[in-house]
């Protein structure tokens, strides 16, 4: 079906609302042909490039999600003696926390947004996107990065790592975090304000999956791949590790936190199974 001359809607094979609890990395994703949105976004754009880069084969998409998952454990396993702290104090979370800054990013905001805001969750999320922004801030002359936007090719590099698979899990880890270091805060909030008015007006949301857990299963996404990334930089960057413990403790301490307010999000199937005709 045409709108303008040249221009046709996508028709394909398309799971209904896909996209609704996304994390936006289409070149990552294994469900881009049965996606309305990345169709419609495909035929709009019209870059060749794009496309090229964006028709990754799926095999290799699910390498690159299984070797990062991989390292989820090998993290927690990493700071096991932390465990005890994170779980009983929760001090070190909110050291040099600038309360005024997080109020004058509020204000502006209705309520229910601004509640979310107030959470530790949220706050704690903001001060690890923060932290993940300066860190990498502080080291752009060593862990160099560089981006070729005519190829869209970005590469890592970091004094002593040679070995060509190395560089490249670099690279990926350090996508990885950067990808992520913002979503999570947006998506711990999008979780945290839809559950209250899932709660004030319950009624209205009956029969649809939980925009809540949808958007806590985004976050857990993004956290469990950002731990996988900052263990792979703690394992291979030696003189980073206790700058990058840090950053895997909030990360724990987020997705325990985000796993005990939202306990249905591991039953959260997305997306849907399609009914066989």
């Not at 994703?29 to 090229?52: G, H, N, Q």
């Not at 799926?58 to 993290?75: H, L, P, R, S, Y």
């Amino acid at each position: 079906m045409k709108f303008d001359d040249d221009i046709e809607f996508p028709e394909g094979d398309f799971i209904p609302g896909i996209y609704n609890y996304c994390n936006r990395w289409c070149e990552r994703c294994i469900y881009t042909d049965k996606c309305m949105t990345f169709a419609s976004e495909k035929v709009f754009r019209r870059e060749i490039e794009k496309e090229k880069k964006r028709e990754k084969s799926m095999k290799e998409n699910k390498d690159f999600w299984d070797q990062v998952n991989k390292t989820i454990t090998g993290a927690a396993e990493l700071i096991d003696e932390e465990i005890p702290l994170i779980k009983n104090d929760n001090s070190f979370l909110f050291e040099q926390w600038d309360d005024e800054e997080a109020e004058e990013a509020m204000k502006e905001h209705e309520e229910k947004r601004a509640k979310a805001k107030d959470q530790d969750m949220s706050k704690v999320s903001l001060k690890y996107e923060k932290a993940v922004h300066k860190w990498f801030k502080e080291r752009k002359n060593i862990l160099k990065q560089d981006y070729n936007p005519e190829t869209e090719d970005f590469n890592v590099s970091y004094p002593g790592i040679v070995d060509e698979m190395e560089l490249k899990q670099l690279t990926e880890s350090v996508e990885v975090i950067q990808w992520y270091h913002i979503q999570i805060w947006i998506k711990i909030n999008r979780a945290l304000s839809s559950s209250y008015e899932e709660e004030d007006d319950g009624d209205m949301f009956e029969g649809f999956p939980k925009d809540s857990e949808g958007s806590a299963m985004v976050a857990l996404e993004g956290i469990d791949s950002s731990i996988g990334a900052w263990n792979y930089l703690h394992n291979n960057l030696t003189s980073e590790r206790e700058t990058i413990k840090p950053m895997i403790r909030m990360l724990l301490w987020l997705k325990m936190e985000v796993e005990k307010e939202f306990p249905n999000t591991k039953n959260f199937v997305w997306p849907p199974k399609q009914e066989e005709d």
